[in-house]
């Protein structure tokens, strides 16, 4: 073997051709960091497609009962024990899934007007009525959030829980305070978060917007119009603040104030009642309020069909609605609104001499008034200003009608349009919420009244146009509709023949009170 002999000089020129320029080595690692992120990338897709995949299992391992449930449940009759058994075990299943899918259920349990009275009565068991928490789960809470709460005045029985939801259960009981008078009890309820409720909220919510990313990268325009991932989101935020419940106590102190405004006498007069929080005793996981007195599930007089319960329905339905004008409350199903009787005697006399002989003239009259009382204010929004003339000049063109306007002013009052920027774009935006105002509109010949008019389905469809025609306007908006629906079929079931116009004009024009 023969070596060669290679001078330094020439040994320093064959290691710098081998060396790496550093021009290249920056490229290189700009390579290699692209195909990471690319393996990484995969390695997500396919972390997100198990997750998905495990849980859709796991959801239909829950419900697979029902496939032999459902079939002999229809074959054995509706008062059969086994369609008993398989309502039961919906209901378990439906609460073993979690507190998104109560919340559908929830839902569906308020549209009278869209599923059948048995899925509604049976699905009307997850309002208030739902499995309960450990009473040792409520003691740790009361413990982490007030120290030691029987010292400070507050009696609990672990026996008297009075309602049980998605999120919280709530329970009846005392709280002794101490003031410059002496000693002032009073009867309150103690509401206590489900253990491990956010974990659940946002485990479900976190595969939901895998699923609406996972849409919303499909080439369809269609598709990308509805922006999935905003949806989910909005959707997301507006479940997640009942995981706080301090919350619904500042939600409960802005609805009182702006009903009664601090005033004694309107709150008195007033037909809408909001539990009053007690100052110092709310933390995120448990909420101390008064207890209302004499008042039971609107649910209730939803299910009386006589006459004498026909007519107390049509009476509810006028507060419920002129309610709503006035607020945004996103989690109206019946096991949150109640009404409270109240019954009151007074002295009138029965002719002018009464002065006279007042023995023989003067009777008691007894005067009923019901009050409808609005609790779990968790879910509840604020509309920007921008959006609050929105909407007003929306019910403004129903009532006026001129759509027309109302389109035009929402093109120029919107965040974000692409509107303007197609030729026509405006006109055709504005025509289409013309079209819709005056089929709405039309409808005046059989009279506005819940049963003829989808108030829901006209601001659904109103959205929906600006989806189309990329008007961009708050998400606190998509609240207003879920919301409309819930009420308005609420509202339908207590009183169909009720008038939209008459309730919602004196709104409209800036001079409504409940």
Known sequence: MVFQYWPPSRLRLGIKHWMVHPMKKEQLKKQLRAVQKYWQSWWRHLWNLG???ARATEVGIRLSPLLLLTPAAYMAGPSSSITD?????LISATQGIGPVAVKFAQWMATRRDVFPPTLCDRLGVLHDRGYPHSWSHTTKILEEAFGDYETKGLHIDQDDVIGCGSAAQVYRGTLTTKNENGEQRREVAVKVLHPNFQQQVNRDLKLIEIVAEALHSLPSDMIRMMNLPRATDTFGSTLCLQADLTNEANNLSAFRSNFYDKNRLKQEESSICFPQPVEGWSSSKVIVEDY??????IAVFLRDSSPEGLEIRHELAGPLLRAFLK?????LHPGNVLVKTTTTKEDKWSSWWW?????ESATMVETTKRSIVFLDAGIANSLS?????????LFRAVIFNNG???GRLMVERAKYERCSQVPGGVDAFAKGVQEIVSEFHDRRREGLTLGAV????????VLDLCRVHGVEIDPAMSSVVISTLVLEGLGRSLSPELNLLDFARPFVLGRGTV
């Open 51 to 53: 997750r998905v995949a």
């Open 85 to 89: 058994l398989a309502w039961r075990y």
């Open 292 to 297: 209302v007195q004499d008042a039971i599930p």
């Open 327 to 331: 607020m945004i409350h996103g989690d």
């Open 355 to 359: 002065w006279w002989r007042p023995s």
């Open 385 to 393: 200003p921008n959006d609050q003339r929105n909407l007003r000049d």
């Open 404 to 406: 027309e306007k109302a």
């Open 454 to 461: 989808r108030i829901g389905g006209l601001l659904a469809r």
